[in-house]
C-alpha cells in the first residue's frame, strides 16, 4: 500500500513552535527555571526571567543574551505579581519553578512550616496564573511544578506530599477553566541540580543514594531534562490537564 507523506507545513510554525514567542520564568534565574531559558532561547523564543534576586537574574539574563530581560517578583505576594505581569506584553507560554518551604514530618514541623508548601508552591502558582491571564495567549500555555512525591511520598512529609498532589489537580482544573490555553504539570523526581547543592553535603547524599535505589533507572535526573519535559508540553498543541513524570521511574517502584 502507498502511504501518503504527512505534512505539517499546514501548522504555525511547526518546525520551531516557540520562535518569536515570549516564555515567562518565574524562578528562571537558577535551577531548571534557567534550564528551560536557555532551551527556549535556543528555540527561537524571548524569555523573561522573574524571581526575588536581582543580582542572579541580571547575571541569568546575561548568560541568555539579548532575547532575555528580567524583572523582580515575589510569588507569595499579590502585589508584587500584579505588577510583574503588568509590565508585560503578550505571555505565550508561563512556567512556574519558583518556591521557598520546609519539608518534614507532622510532628517535628511547626504549623507555620508545614502549611509553607501551600503558601509559596500552592497559592503562589495559583496567584501567578491568575495574575497572568490577562495577558495570556488564546494559544499560549502554563507548566506548573510539582513533584513525584505527590504520588509517591519518599518520608516523612505529608504536607508536602500533599501541596504537590494538589498542585497537579491544580493544573487539570485551570485546564479546563482557561481552555483553550493549555495547563500541564511536570513531576520530576530527585535532580542533581541547583535545589540539592544548597543542602547539607550528608543529607544529599543520603538522599540522592536512596533514590538511585528506588527507581527503575537507579540515577538522578539533570535540570536538562527536566527542562526538555516543560519544552514538551510548551510545544505540544494537543497536550493539556496532563502531568509528566520525569522521575526515572521512581513513581513506579
Known amino acids: 500500500m502507498h502511504e501518503l507523506p504527512f505534512h505539517t507545513d499546514h501548522l504555525p510554525d511547526a518546525g520551531r513552535p516557540l520562535r518569536g514567542r515570549t516564555v515567562v520564568l518565574i524562578g528562571g534565574g537558577s535551577g531548571i527555571g534557567l534550564r528551560v531559558a536557555h532551551q527556549a532561547v535556543a528555540a527561537g523564543a524571548q524569555v523573561v526571567l522573574g524571581g526575588r534576586g536581582p543580582a542572579r537574574l ?10 532575555a530581560t528580567w524583572r523582580t517578583v515575589d510569588i507569595t505576594d499579590g502585589t508584587s505579581l500584579a505588577s510583574f505581569f503588568a509590565e508585560l506584553g503578550r505571555v505565550d507560554h508561563l512556567f512556574t519553578s ?8 507532622m510532628m517535628q514541623l511547626s504549623d507555620e512550616d508545614a502549611e509553607s508548601p501551600f503558601v ?83 543529607d544529599r547524599e543520603a538522599a540522592f543514594a536512596q533514590y538511585r535505589r528506588d527507581t527503575v533507572l537507579h540515577r538522578l ?12 508540553l510548551f510545544s505540544n498543541g494537543f497536550t ?14
Open 58 to 67: 541580571a547575571a541569568a539574563a546575561e548568560e541568555l543574551g539579548d532575547r
Open 120 to 202: 509559596s508552591k500552592f497559592w503562589g502558582q495559583y496567584h501567578a496564573v491568575k495574575a497572568a491571564v490577562p495577558k495570556l495567549a488564546e494559544d499560549g500555555s502554563i507548566v506548573l511544578m510539582a513533584g513525584a512525591a505527590g504520588a509517591r511520598p519518599p518520608a516523612a512529609a505529608p504536607a508536602y506530599a500533599a501541596c504537590n498532589a494538589a498542585v497537579e489537580g491544580l493544573g487539570r482544573g485551570l485546564a479546563v477553566e482557561l481552555a483553550p490555553v493549555r495547563v500541564n504539570v511536570v513531576s520530576p523526581g530527585t535532580i542533581d541540580g541547583n535545589l540539592w547543592a544548597h543542602r547539607p553535603e550528608e
Open 240 to 253: 493539556t490537564g496532563s502531568t509528566l513524570y520525569p522521575d526515572g521511574g521512581y513513581t513506579l517502584r
Open 98 to 105: 519558583a518556591a521557598s518551604y520546609r519539608v518534614g514530618p
Open 221 to 232: 535526573g539533570t535540570e536538562d531534562e527536566i527542562a526538555q519535559a516543560v519544552m514538551f
